[in-house]
């Protein structure tokens, strides 16, 4: 009633009305033009997401397993509840202190010194004024990226051997006095980890910031140079503030994996000498589960460090979200 005296009292907007009906004017018949003039992007997103569906989200009624005692002869809903029982027991597994130690130490020293390499390494790489040599420095630096773990980790056990390289160049600079079979040394195993990881990723983690680095404009970078800035403080008070959203959104991300280990590194390395610091939370799931045939235990170890990275993610958003107004969601 309101709209029909309202619009008795203004006849001008009667022709308005009609023509925005008569041409559809409205909120969904622009969202459905929106969408046909968008359908080849449509259609690729909607591949992804069917592919998410599919391989993502339908594989998690597997998950009920956690709270089952599944056994492979019989089919899910034939295997008896047995409520909580698996999480108790990994609770109480005396091997719990060691798999959290040797993740949670691997996955921080990873994040504390290869989270922010790759950004010092991308801002020394846009300072180059040689395209040449700047091409051949990432080059190099990516090779390692498209080497799987299991020749890299060939490579590298060749390396670390008693009649290895290493032990070649430490003994003729007599820096020790007999070869050191590393990766039978726990206490060399953490270094071994992560100091490798560094090396194969560095230069493909550095691309995200790079093509963040080449959307900022250069009348920032003109302005410095007028103020009198040099290199340094241009990165320092231009670039970084600049890719300041890249940094806070990878960060977000790799918080959430700090229980990931990268298990085909892991898997690749270790062997049963250096068991007490290669044993992570990744490989305890794949030899309780795959070795042990214990499906439904690793399924609930699965879903407990599944709910972990969730709330971790959580968190890391919203301090991000309330320290630089950057976030996920």
């Known amino acids: 009633m309101e709209n029909k005296r309202s619009t008795e009292a203004n006849p001008a907007i009667k022709p308005l009305l009609s023509s925005k009906i008569e041409t559809g004017s409205g909120p969904k018949s622009s969202f459905w033009r929106r969408l046909l003039a968008q359908r080849h992007l449509q259609t690729m997103a909607l591949l ?53 130690r040797n993740t949670l130490g691997i996955s921080l020293i990873k ?20 395209l040449r040599y700047k091409k051949a420095i990432q080059t190099i630096s990516y090779l390692p990226h498209f080497l799987s773990w299991v020749v890299l980790g060939g490579i590298l056990a060749t390396w670390l051997a008693d009649v290895g390289i290493v032990n070649n160049i430490l003994l003729s600079l007599h820096l020790i006095d007999q070869p050191i ?16 990881d560094i090396w194969k990723e560095l230069g493909w983690s550095a691309i995200i910031y790079l093509a963040a680095i080449s959307g900022v404009s250069p009348e920032m970078y003109e302005a410095a140079t007028i103020d009198g800035a040099g290199r340094f403080q241009k990165m320092w008070f231009v670039t970084l503030p600049s890719i300041k959203s890249t940094i806070s959104i990878l960060f977000i991300l790799a918080v959430s994996g700090v229980l990931n280990s990268n298990f085909d590194q892991i898997l690749v390395l270790r062997n ?49 979200k309330k320290i630089n107004d950057t976030s996920l969601f």
Request: proline residues 4%; without cysteine; hydrophobic residues 55%.
């Open 272 to 320: 049963s000498l250096n068991d007490s610091a290669s044993n992570v939370i990744d490989y305890y799931i794949y030899y309780t589960g795959i070795i042990s045939n214990r499906f439904s235990y690793s399924a609930a170890v699965t879903l407990i460090k599944a709910v972990i990275a969730l709330i971790l993610l959580l968190i890391a958003n919203q301090v991000s």
């Open 48 to 100: 992804g997401v069917v592919w998410m569906i599919i391989f993502n989200y339908i594989p998690m009624y597997g998950l009920i397993i956690s709270f089952k005692e599944y056994n492979i002869v019989k089919s899910i809903a034939e295997a008896p509840w047995v409520g909580l029982e698996h999480f108790r027991e990994f609770f109480d597994d005396e091997d719990l202190v060691n798999v959290i």
């Open 111 to 130: 994040l504390l010194i290869g989270f922010p390499l790759p950004i010092i390494f991308a801002l020394f790489l846009n300072e180059i004024r040689s």
């Open 181 to 196: 079979t590393y990766l039978a040394e726990p206490s060399y195993f953490w270094t071994i980890i992560i100091s490798s």
